[in-house]
């Protein structure tokens, strides 16, 4: 079954995943943006350790790209095209750390351990 969903949500199996995929990176390209910048550190805690383990510059790069996206949008104004074809949406930065960190919390309950890190509302 999992075979079967994975087909189905692949763009370069599924026509519609491919336009979906399209028409998400029109979207962000407009605004300069990248899919990882996305996520939100104050709702899912794996996320704000995953930020809290990348380079500086990596993190200073995505704020700045969502303060940008912020101001174009408080304006009603897009990037200009020469810039947005520039722009790579789907180039992750942030998945290959969330991943280590989702691994280890799973580690850690699995072993018993108590978490790193305890949710509290923001």
Do not use: C
Request: hydrophobic share 35%; aromatic share 10%; proline share 5%.
């Amino acid at each position: 079954m999992s075979s079967l969903l994975q087909s189905f949500l692949d763009p370069k199996k599924n026509w519609l995943a491919a336009q979906h995929m399209k028409a998400i990176s029109k979207r962000l390209r407009h605004y300069g943006l990248r899919y990882d910048d996305l996520y939100d550190g104050y709702y899912d805690l794996d996320v704000k350790e995953a930020l809290d383990r990348l380079p500086r510059e990596i993190v200073d790069a995505r704020n700045q790209r969502i303060k940008r996206a912020m101001d174009l949008s408080m304006k009603h104004q897009y990037l200009p095209e020469n810039l947005q074809v520039m722009q790579t949406p789907f180039r992750s930065y942030l998945q290959d750390m969330l991943s280590v960190v989702k691994k280890e919390r799973a580690e850690r309950e699995a072993l018993g351990a108590l978490p790193l890190y305890q949710r509290t509302i923001p």
